[in-house]
């Protein structure tokens, strides 16, 4: 018997299964392709020779595979295997393939719990790797001891699909601010702006406005966008015309940047020209409804 199974040794299954390994926890593993499973054993892993050795090798499962439906392919014939233990799926996803994953996982008589990870691969292991988690209170917390080894960990609650939902929404943040990084460097770039010239420029930049976030939370959270407005929308989206315009004249594509456009437009032409910024959440939430 081991402690931890872990099904999946991409590159973070693999620092995932080595981070157990270094806090001394016994560790079976498994991976389509048996070359990875070598690199790992090396390392003291125990190697399972099938999907269902690895399931019933261990109390706790840890899945690290490409996406759900890989998940579903790989643990579906291993299913009764499932029973009495607790898988904790750290697969990137949406909240709805999570509870999906949640009631199958019921069905097999066993324990769910869903993780996002907000860390790159070397970064497991350590305090600044954040790991959502959410589903079984129960199952997580007598498990909590040994998924602390992977870094920092945080519950959200009995839903599965909220790590999903924090997970994406922080990706969400993150592919933004790298959208108008790209842009920013395409300007430059054609003006023959070297992007080690720029770059500290934009980074202490992007620092400066995040200082504003905070206040946004307050005015999303009251409901009231017009207080203390420094910079309000009609101004921003009058502004804004310049960098679509910008970006024409220099040949440089337009196609990351007109989707904001379209929404300050919308916001202004909702009445909401004397807001902030903050006050489009609410056209977004309004979207499809
Ligand atoms: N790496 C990262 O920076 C991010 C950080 C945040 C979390 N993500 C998510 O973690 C999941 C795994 O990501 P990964 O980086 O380990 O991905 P790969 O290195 O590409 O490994 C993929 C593993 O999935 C196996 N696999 C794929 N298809 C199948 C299949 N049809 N049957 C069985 N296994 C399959 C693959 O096996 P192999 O190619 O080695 O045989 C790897 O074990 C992912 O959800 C990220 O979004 C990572």
Excluded at 100 to 105: E, F, G
Aim: glycine letters at 12%; one cysteine or more; proline letters at 3%.
């Amino acid at each position: 018997m081991s402690d931890i199974a872990v099904i999946g040794l991409g590159a973070m299954g693999t620092a995932l299964a080595e981070a157990f390994l270094e806090k001394g926890h016994a560790v079976t593993v498994w991976n389509r392709s048996a070359a990875k499973s070598e690199l790992v054993a090396a390392k003291g892993a125990i190697v399972a020779r099938n999907v269902e050795e690895a399931v019933r090798s261990s109390p706790l499962i840890v899945a690290c595979l490409l996406v759900y439906d890989t998940v579903h392919e790989v643990l579906g014939p291993a299913g009764d295997a499932l029973s009495g233990r607790t898988l904790v799926n750290l697969t990137n996803g949406t909240p709805e393939q999570a509870r999906a994953m949640s009631v199958w996982v019921a069905q097999c008589g066993a324990d769910y719990i869903d993780g996002g990870i907000m860390a790159v691969p070397p970064m497991i292991g350590g305090q600044n790797a954040l790991i959502f988690y959410s589903g079984s209170k129960q199952a997580f917390d007598g498990h909590a001891g040994r998924l602390d080894a992977l870094g920092t960990s945080k519950y959200l609650g009995e839903d599965a699909g909220l790590a999903p939902l924090y997970d994406i929404s922080l990706l969400a943040g993150m592919y933004g601010l790298f959208a108008g990084v790209l842009q920013a460097l395409a300007l430059t770039g054609k003006a023959g702006i070297s992007a080690g010239e720029f770059m500290p420029l934009l980074t202490s930049w992007l620092q400066a406005m995040q200082g504003g976030l905070p206040k946004w939370a307050q005015q999303i959270d009251s409901g009231d966008h017009t207080a203390n407005v420094v910079s309000n929308l009609g101004m921003q989206a009058d502004a804004y015309v310049n960098l679509v315009d910008a970006s024409k004249a220099a040949d440089v594509s337009t196609e990351l940047v007109l989707p904001m456009q379209n929404l300050m437009r919308r916001g202004v032409a909702a009445g909401m020209a004397n807001a902030d910024l903050s006050s489009l959440v609410g056209l977004l939430s309004k979207q499809g409804s």
